[in-house]
């Protein structure tokens, strides 16, 4: 099992339980197992157009799509793509990927905060 060191984390000072290295190096095999991601949200919507007697009107009414938004921020602002169903197909695991990603991040830091929260040093 590889030892995890580097800034900030002295072994003398903070030792990881045997289980915390463990799950640290299983965290880091997976992260190192990671392609491609795609930030963002991914939604399906059904829409209204803007003519009035369409079917989009009727009662009840029978909406256009489905289609395949992608939203995320660039430089603050919010931008949207409409994907098409081949691009679904090819992008969809980037964004299960990007998912993973955020989880994996996740139980990494809910184990960093463990073992900063056994150190004694808090209780001075």
């Known amino acids: 099992m590889p030892e995890i060191t580097g800034p900030g984390c002295q072994d003398e000072h903070v030792p990881p339980?045997?289980?915390?290295?463990?799950?640290?190096?299983?965290?880091?095999?997976?992260?190192?197992?990671?392609?491609?991601?795609?930030?963002?949200?991914?939604?399906?919507?059904?829409?209204?157009?803007?003519?009035?007697?369409?079917r989009c009107h009727a009662d009840p009414p029978v909406l256009h799509g489905p289609y395949h938004q992608w939203t995320r921020k660039v430089d603050g602002k919010t931008v949207t793509r409409l994907l098409t169903d081949d691009?679904?197909?090819?992008?969809?695991?980037?964004?299960?990927?990007?998912?993973?990603?955020?989880?994996?991040?996740?139980?990494?830091?809910t184990l960093s905060l463990a073992i900063i929260d056994a150190d004694p040093r808090w209780e001075r």
């Open 17 to 54: 339980a045997p289980a915390q290295h463990a799950e640290a190096a299983r965290i880091a095999g997976e992260l190192a197992q990671a392609r491609f991601a795609l930030p963002g949200t991914l939604t399906e919507r059904m829409t209204r157009c803007g003519r009035a007697n369409c």
């Open 87 to 109: 691009q679904l197909a090819d992008y969809g695991p980037w964004f299960a990927s990007q998912r993973q990603l955020r989880s994996l991040l996740a139980e990494l830091e």
